[in-house]
């Protein structure tokens, strides 16, 4: 049973700081591509963030370049997602996915996908 499971989510203020991570079982994390997604109340879900089995390449989505960066350890099987200088439509619930394709962004192509946690970022 394949599950990944992501925590750090929670209360912050516009400008501050959190971590999320998502932490794999049941796979093979390390020939998996990992990902970060979100969906916002009233909005469909959308691309964050996409790295590499190895880690050494990734790709954000331009509404969080230069403040979201993402990471993982694949001998924990773990997967970061470190979010700066927050902003209110940072708000959404976030996340974790693991897909077997390759360059690939859109939600259809996921093999999974964690339960999500919830960011708020207040005004």
């Known amino acids: 049973q394949v599950q990944l499971v992501e925590s750090g989510g929670g209360l912050v203020q516009t400008g501050g700081s959190l971590r999320l991570s998502c932490v794999a079982s049941?796979?093979?994390?390390?020939?998996?591509?990992m990902g970060w997604f979100r969906q916002a109340p009233g909005k469909e879900r959308e691309f964050v963030v996409l790295?590499?089995?190895?880690?050494?390449?990734?790709y954000y989505a331009d509404s969080v370049k230069g403040r979201f960066t993402i990471t993982r350890d694949n001998a924990k099987n773990t997967v970061y997602l470190q979010m700066n200088s927050l902003k209110p439509e940072d708000t959404a619930v976030y996340y974790c996915?693991?897909?077997?394709?390759?360059?690939?962004?859109?939600?259809?192509?996921?093999?999974?996908w964690g339960e999500g946690t919830l960011v708020t970022v207040s005004s």
């Open positions: 790295i590499s089995r190895s880690g050494s390449g990734t």
């Open positions: 049941g796979l093979t994390f390390s020939t998996y591509p």
């Open positions: 996915t693991a897909s077997q394709a390759l360059y690939a962004i859109n939600p259809g192509a996921m093999d999974y």
